[in-house]
């Protein structure tokens, strides 16, 4: 281009794009229901049809709400389960955040069907009903069975190690202990005279007694972790008598007090619980769930097997466990009621390269341990013990990705109640996948 000369484009007018840009002042009015805004194969859909079809009474006869007398009505504990399994299958642990998804997120809103709930309420539904909670998992399964889609010949059993809500610095010696105990009921007693001073406006009655129902608890929590902590060391010290090696003092957590530190899968030692779930190999169904403060899996077999039974009247054919399940007593105990156990043999492989045979039964075995021994030697043991990886780690692996990594309430019963509603929000998507192959086959 020539110097000064002009582009032919230049004398054009610069013309901006038209655009239809975002408006979100306008007011809107939607006349659709909230059956029309959900879509039709959303999973609340499945979980409410399933619901409604449970039998609620033990609830329900909780109700003091009743026709006739005064007194605000309940809330429908259909949808407060409801709630909480789709929570659950969402990974949702906090009510809290429940509570919120009340509010703000359709498939939630559609099982509350316009009733208000508030974070306490739902909070208290869970933490409340361990017992139900079993009871239903106990029916719902025994259903299954009826159906054919449960056996119960073969269950895998596993331990998984759970975060507790506490933190290590909580867990103190007695002396400590004893010292914030002093401090706690130095508090209580400070606000419940603060309370008794009318003259004192500064925080409202509301608040006055949330403060005190706090210290109350924290008092209350202290006074647990001393007798959890005598009782530690009493095991402590027979631990001592019956090895002959000393062991470190016991301490208690101040916040969970039933909490233990455990070594973690990432070697690390942190407070957990220890979630014991059994599952029944042939349909992927959780038949069985405990939680211990053990941070070992020994001893936790026959435990489980005597759940079973008293769930069901009757017991596995088989029990798949790790290596860490493998306790004599256990084995010898469930031999002699004829249950066969699967569980790898410990040192194994050392035994081997010392030049010994780990599956020929030793001079103190009981018959039911020496079978066990020349059983695990056998290929059609290695082919069945097989079967406890693909389904005892499947389903902690399912229960992590559900959000079970550290539990959000505080107790053994609160914790296991918690991992209840897991097994009955796993067994619920397991079972709509029974019914569909059953249905194609």
Known sequence: MVAGAKSEFMDQPKFSPRLQRASRDQ????????????????????????????????????????AGQPGQPAIDPHILLSLWLLATIDGVGSARELDRLCREHIAYEWLCGEVTVNYHTLSDFRSENEAFFSRLLTESVASLMHQGLVDLQEVAQDGMRVRASAGAHTFRRKPSLKQCLHVARRQVAALKKQSE???????????????????????????????????????????????????????????????????????????????????????????GVDVVNAGSDQGQLRPMVEQIEHRFGRTPDRMLADGDFAKRDDIEHLGRRKIEVYTPIKNATQQTANGLDPYQPKAKDGPAVAAWRRRMGTEDAKETYKRRASTAEWVNARFRNMGLRQFRVRGLIKVRAVTLLFALAHNLMQTRRLNAAAALS
Do not use: C
């Open 27 to 66: 007011m809107r009015i939607d006349e659709r229901s909230l059956e029309q805004l959900l879509p039709g194969d959303h999973s609340a859909r499945v979980i409410w049809d399933y619901v409604t079809h449970l039998d609620l009474s033990p609830l329900l006869s909780k109700i003091k709400a009743v």
């Open 197 to 287: 001073d009318k003259d004192d406006g500064a925080v409202s009655r509301r608040q006055q007694s949330a403060r005190e129902r706090g210290a109350r608890q924290r008092q209350q929590r202290i006074e647990a972790a001393l007798r959890e902590r005598d009782q530690l060391e009493r095991k402590r010290q027979q631990m001592e008598k019956d090895k002959g090696t000393p062991a470190q003092e016991a301490r208690a957590s101040t916040t969970d007090p039933e909490a233990r530190k455990m070594k973690m899968a990432d070697g690390g030692f942190r407070p957990a619980y220890n979630a014991e779930l059994a599952t029944d190999t042939s349909s992927g169904i959780i038949v």
